[in-house]
T-cell receptor, first 110, second 114 residues
């Protein structure tokens, strides 16, 4: 599975959009980009995933560049409860090992 | 559905003692995973099962660790004997399909070995 690179930490003002970047320059054609987050003291939680098209659900939007070498997770109106570690993971859809990197610590501040 | 249920939530034990962590996956899910999380190493996959059969245990740190899944609704992770370096949060997760989007994690067991 392709390796991902994320900034170690980011800050965001409450109510503003949080844009979390992820680089995955070695991604192959059949690999998906997944995002999970882990709020303090809880287990990881699935957010969204995509292959090459942009995706949106009730939690977030995922923007994948045309060359698929990078992506951005967007939380449109961040709240204090969105403070968490966000993990970008590249894996084949039917891969059975979910391998977590260090992720990005997002701090939403009032 | 109550989600993935882990017990106990917290466990404090003395070095050398046996520790058993328990997990009840979501009903109908056919994959079960055990993870360990520490500040130093982050989230590590220890072992996973498919239809109660261990598929990959390459992440199990050493012979002191063992995991079983006697039926579709129950799994255990045992450490014997426990050591202080085993102190961590242990998560169990389950999924219906092989696709990772369906992973649901439990609340974890915080293990402290003194």
């Amino acid at each position: 599975d392709a390796k991902t690179t994320q900034p170690p930490s980011m800050d965001c003002a409450e109510g503003r959009a949080a844009n979390l970047p992820c680089n995955h320059s070695t991604i192959s054609g059949n690999e998906y980009v997944y995002w999970y987050r882990q709020i303090h003291s809880q287990g990881p939680q699935y957010i969204i995933h995509g292959l090459k098209n942009n995706e949106t659900n009730e939690m977030a939007s995922l923007i994948i560049t045309e060359d698929r070498k990078s992506s951005t997770l967007i939380l449109p109106h961040a709240t204090l409860r969105d403070t968490a570690v966000y993990y970008c993971i590249v894996i084949m859809e039917y891969g059975n090992k979910l391998v977590f990197g260090a992720g990005t610590i997002l701090r939403v501040k009032s | 559905d109550a989600g993935v249920i882990q017990s106990p939530r917290h466990e404090v034990t003395e070095m050398g003692q046996e520790v058993t962590l328990r997990c009840k996956p979501i009903s109908g899910h056919d994959y079960l995973f055990w993870y360990r999380q520490t500040m130093m190493r982050g989230l590590e996959l220890l072992i996973y099962f498919n239809n109660n059969v261990p598929i990959d245990d390459s992440g199990m740190p050493e012979d002191r660790f063992s995991a079983k899944m006697p039926n579709a609704s129950f799994s255990t992770l045992k450490i014997q004997p426990s050591e202080p370096r085993d102190s961590a949060v242990y998560f169990c997760a389950s999924t219906l399909s092989k696709g990772v989007w369906g992973y649901t994690f439990g609340s974890g067991t915080r293990l402290t070995v003194v």
